[in-house]
């Protein structure tokens, strides 16, 4: 059973750290592009970071230079490392694997809770 697994998330005061993983099951891992979206309260989600097979990173503009995107091809896990955050770095964080044609997602996790405190 294909299964992303998200953990890491809190509530942490303004201009401190997290570190989100994603554990992925079955073989939706190997080779396939993985990524981190958020989604804000009242607001559409939104994607924060992917990381290609090879390790070719981006970044949405908001997080660019605070948040790094990992993985581990070893263990099936991706990551997400939050520096400085902010109160608008809360929200629902999910991870998603294997970037479809038309450029959705086709594995997507449950999420976990992001809360920064001002």
């Known amino acids: 059973q294909v299964q992303l697994v998200e953990s890491g998330g809190t509530l942490v005061q303004a201009g401190g750290s997290l570190r989100l993983s994603c554990a992925a099951s079955?073989?939706?891992?190997?080779?396939?592009?993985m990524a981190w979206h958020r989604q804000a309260p009242g607001k559409q989600r939104e994607l924060v970071s992917s990381?290609?097979?090879?390790?070719?990173?981006n970044y949405s503009d908001s997080v660019k230079g605070r948040f790094t995107i990992s993985r581990d091809n070893a263990k099936n896990t991706l990551h997400l490392q939050m520096d400085s955050l902010k109160p608008e770095d809360t929200g629902i964080y999910y991870c998603?694997?294997?970037?479809?044609?038309?450029?959705?997602?086709?594995?997507w996790g449950q999420g976990t809770q992001v809360t920064v405190s001002s």
């Open positions: 998603s694997a294997s970037r479809t044609v038309t450029g959705g997602w086709t594995y």
């Open positions: 079955g073989t939706i891992f190997s080779g396939k592009t």
């Open positions: 990381i290609t097979s090879r390790g070719q990173t």
